[in-house]
């Protein structure tokens, strides 16, 4: 299986020339630029909106191309969610970077130092101090995503106590400091579902960025002997262990739906199921 994960970064992430305003004004001045408008996790992936470059974020160049993230509303702006999946991997690349740095942004408006104000700059991707001067730059948290499959080949799935009846995913969670990413694993798993997993048994599968708000994903599949689960009760709702057979039946049915192909989840299961899942199965 191809992970779409995998993919090249195909921006030129140019940090000398985050440095230079001037260059940065040029950039914005080409008559080929792209702007990507972004406001609270959606996008516009073609707006022409037009601001002070100071105002703007550089994504970065492709194939002498300058990309821009806009921090604005416009009557196009779409959740990235719903549209990730439509767009091409330039496009895609674009909108994962600016809904992040915006993320960021949005929370960082205050030093964590002094409390004092902070203002952008280099082009976006760092946050200065107005009263002490510290730089501040983005953050990335780390979750892992793990499907685990047991010793009958059974995939374990769980359903968050947030979602309807019906929707089923992998087990993930946020790596505690102090913890290697197997290590989450395995605690994340125990956790939430009650099952229990050999350390030696997690094999990395691929990464994903996911700025919802500011994480990235590390999926992993691990294997374990064949046990019952049990939901924590707190953040997931049910868990079950599903054969082949027994997954295809509950989403021909309408009982089972996973996550969409934009997440990392639903290329963990398409590839323990061995064989294209249709799109109805995905919400």
């Known amino acids: 299986m191809v992970w779409p994960t995998a993919e090249p970064d195909v921006f030129i992430r140019d940090e000398a ?10 950039l914005w001045r080409s008559p080929d630029r792209r702007v990507v408008a972004v406001y609270k996790g959606h996008v516009d992936v073609n707006s022409d909106v037009d601001l002070d470059p100071d105002d703007l974020i550089l994504l970065g160049t492709v194939d002498g191309v300058p990309w821009f993230a806009a921090r604005t509303r416009t009557s196009d702006t779409v959740d990235l969610r719903a549209v990730a999946d439509s767009l091409d991997p330039v496009e895609r690349s674009a909108a994962l970077t600016a809904v992040a740095l915006d993320n960021w942004h949005a929370t960082h408006v205050c030093c964590p130092r002094c409390g004092g104000g902070t203002r952008m700059v280099r082009a976006g991707w760092v946050r200065e101090c107005v009263e002490d001067g510290s730089e501040h730059f983005p953050r990335t948290d780390p979750a892992v995503i793990t499907l685990v499959v047991d010793d009958d080949d059974r995939a374990l799935l769980g359903r968050r106590s947030v979602w309807p009846p019906g929707w089923y ?18 605690r994340e798993v125990c956790e939430e579902a009650g099952v229990r997993v050999p350390v030696d048994q997690v094999q990395y599968r691929a990464t ?3 700025p919802f708000p500011s994480s990235i994903m590390i999926a992993f599949t691990a294997r374990t002997w064949a046990q019952p689960s049990q939901p924590d009760g707190d953040e997931i709702a049910e868990t079950a262990w599903f054969s ?13 739906r996973i996550p969409p192909r934009i997440s990392v989840a639903h290329h963990l299961i398409c590839d ?7 799109h109805t199965w995905s919400r």
């Open 244 to 256: 082949r057979a027994e997954f295809r039946a509950a989403a021909e049915r309408g009982e089972l």
């Open 17 to 26: 020339l985050r440095t230079d305003p001037q260059r940065v004004r040029d």
């Open 208 to 210: 994903q960025p996911w």
């Open 169 to 186: 995913s992998t087990l993930a969670g946020f790596v505690e400091p102090g913890e290697t990413f197997e290590q989450a694993v395995v």
């Open 272 to 278: 323990w199921y061995g064989e294209p899942i249709p």
